[in-house]
């Protein structure tokens, strides 16, 4: 899917898919640096971060294992619910690992601030965040990010994972969709 597979559906691209290549070949040169000579864990979030976690990991020369959470908060609606609820668990036991969680966005930041403390509890060396998108709200709550890809404005965004009732997620830029969609 791209661009012109939107028809009229797409409002504006905020980021296209060459910066997010760049920007990922980036991060992952900051990960290789900072993990060197440590064992390196990666959790996705499950279904928005597929995207993320497929290409970083690829970026990565540093040995990496990939193991998947999926927590929801948001079902179809566009804004969070603030409840959030493991769909599915990690086969991995993350004790004594770093741990380095691979989000999509981190909108309001519920859904990582429970994630941050659910996996802490576990007994990691280390849990770090990785996100392709922050935006504004997330600065609210308590939130350590180590690597952001873009920070973003306060707009419902699609693309690069990031779903609206599920679809657009296979759109590999991040934009925002026109009202009539909204409404449809
Ligand atoms: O910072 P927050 O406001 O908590 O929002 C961010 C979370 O919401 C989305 O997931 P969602 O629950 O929609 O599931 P999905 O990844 O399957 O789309 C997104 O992928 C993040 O996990
Ligand atoms: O802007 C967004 N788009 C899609 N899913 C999301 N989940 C949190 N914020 C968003
Ligand atoms: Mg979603």
Redesign the pocket.
């Known amino acids: 899917m791209d661009a012109k597979d939107m028809g009229e559906d797409l409002e504006k691209v905020l980021v296209t898919e060459s910066q997010i290549n760049t920007r990922l070949g980036e991060m992952a040169a900051e990960i290789d640096a900072d993990y060197a000579g440590k064992d390196l864990l990666l959790v996705g979030?499950?279904?928005?971060?597929v995207m993320v976690m497929a290409d970083l990991a690829r970026a990565l020369h540093h040995p990496c294992e990939m193991d998947w959470m999926a927590?929801?908060?948001?079902g179809a609606g566009t804004t969070?619910s603030g409840v959030v609820r493991i769909l599915k668990d990690l086969e991995i036991d993350i004790k004594d690992r770093n741990v380095l969680i691979v989000?999509?966005?981190?909108?309001?930041?519920?859904?990582?601030s429970w994630l941050v403390g659910n996996l802490k509890s576990r007994g990691p060396a280390s849990v770090e965040i990785c996100t392709m998108v922050r935006k504004p709200l997330?600065f609210d709550v308590e939130l350590d990010v180590r690597y952001v890809g873009f920070d973003l404005p306060n707009e419902f965004i699609v693309g690069y994972g990031?779903?609206y009732a599920e679809k657009y997620r296979n759109l590999p830029l991040i934009g925002t969709l026109a009202s009539h969609v909204y409404r449809s």
């Open positions: 979030v499950l279904k928005g971060a927590v929801s908060s948001y969070s989000e999509d966005v981190i909108d309001s930041g519920l859904t990582l997330a990031l779903d």
